[in-house]
């Protein structure tokens, strides 16, 4: 399979503790981004990767957020002290730039409850 | 503010039946759009786009339509299939910054009937 993959699919964590997720992007694909969905409501933007380097941030992204994407290849996203308001879908999609076309491929998704 | 809205939080359709899907848009900057299909639990299957200077766009079953002055774009899936019942997002991008990030609607719930 070489679409976008994200571990874990779920995760259950208790208000205050770390999490971190994984996307592995399509291979050949420079373009990273992690978005956020809520129940209703559409995705909303995180942060963007074009290879290694962080181009944007969103101002949903608090202090507690750190995404990383090494080597222009895997990228991680890390929350610090949960709060129950995290719990949402974290989306990773991945794209290839190609000027005004992009479409954004995206994986599963991770589920995290915080408790 | 809400700049890619989709009015119809659901729509039911007959199997065999056009579906149309409705999605309206603010910002006059957006050049480029995008349907995708979503079932729960999974991420979004990308269905089709349109550039800004196209106003039709069709992939087998699926067409979309663009109306730049009325700011509104259209998915219509003829014939629906059950299959296609799912949540439809429309969503829109700029080139400001360069990042291609893609602003969303709220969604459509599709359910179309046997």
């Known amino acids: 399979d070489t679409g976008v993959s994200q571990d874990p699919r779920h995760k259950i964590t208790k208000r205050g503790q770390n999490v971190t997720f994984r996307c592995d992007p399509i291979s050949e694909h420079n373009r990273l981004y992690w978005y956020r969905q809520t129940l209703g409501q559409g995705p909303e933007f995180l942060t963007y990767?074009?290879?290694?380097?962080?181009?944007?941030k969103s101002r949903l992204l608090s202090d507690r957020f750190s995404a990383e994407r090494p080597k222009g290849s895997f990228s991680t996203l890390e929350i610090q002290r949960t709060e129950q308001g995290d719990s949402a879908m974290y989306l990773c999609?991945?794209?290839?730039?190609?000027?005004?076309?992009?479409?954004?491929?995206f994986g599963p998704g991770t589920r995290l409850t915080v408790l | 503010d809400q700049q890619v809205k989709q009015n119809s939080p659901s729509l039911s359709v007959q199997e065999g039946r056009i579906s149309i899907l409705n999605c309206d848009y603010t910002n006059s900057m957006f050049d480029y759009f995008l349907w995708y299909k979503k079932y729960p639990a999974e991420g979004p299957t990308f269905l089709i786009s349109?550039?800004?200077i196209k106003d039709k766009n069709e992939d087998g079953r699926f067409t979309v339509f663009l109306n730049k002055s009325a700011k509104h774009l259209s998915l219509h899936i003829v014939p629906s299939q059950p299959g296609d019942s799912a949540v439809y997002f429309c969503?829109?991008?700029?080139?400001?910054?360069?990042?291609?990030?893609?602003?969303w609607g709220l969604g459509t719930s599709l359910a179309v009937n046997p």
């Open positions: 349109i550039s800004s």
């Open positions: 999609a991945s794209s290839l730039n190609r000027g005004r076309t992009n479409e954004q491929f």
């Open positions: 990767f074009q290879n290694e380097a962080q181009l944007e």
């Open positions: 969503a829109a991008s700029d080139n400001a910054g360069n990042n291609r990030k893609l602003i």
